[in-house]
């Protein structure tokens, strides 16, 4: 998988990102995903994913994690389907994850577990949602949310 990290101010390590680099590869091959598979992760602090939140889900707050699906339709939109004998050859960017740094330096204080295991929560949960994983309803909650733990407990990253 193509994973584009973007850490304009640093936040992270080297090491950090490569293994969130290797944990959203393991996700991606958990979910069987193609090799060519595109995707971009941006770590940012509370004042940027508070502006982000507050531009795009009219939520003036910050939150830990925000995904933007490129796959998703949105409300009118038509999905673009090719016929399969004009397929192109081009990679499938499944789209962009945003995550909080410092929400989740805050939240692994909060729930009593290490960084690193909350980082990846966030970067795995983000990833899911770029697969059209949600929980809006209880079943689709369940879901994700028992897939989110599976990935996480077999990559090794547990509470």
Known sequence: MEIT???????????KLNEIADLLDFAGD????????EMSVTFMNNAEIREINRDYRNKDQATDVIS?????EGEGELAII???DEAFD???NIGDIMISVERAKEQAQEYGHSFD?????????GFLHLNGYDHMTP?????MFTLQEDI????????
């Open 5 to 15: 990290f973007i850490d304009e101010q640093h936040l992270l390590t080297e090491e």
């Open 30 to 37: 958990y979910l069987k995903l193609s090799p060519d598979t």
């Open 68 to 72: 933007f699906a490129l796959e998703d």
């Open 82 to 84: 090719f016929d399969e």
């Open 90 to 92: 081009l990679p499938r």
């Open 117 to 125: 295991r909350e980082l990846g929560f966030l970067a795995v949960h």
């Open 139 to 143: 079943e689709d909650e369940k879901e």
């Open 152 to 159: 996480l407990t077999a990559y090794g990253l547990k509470r």
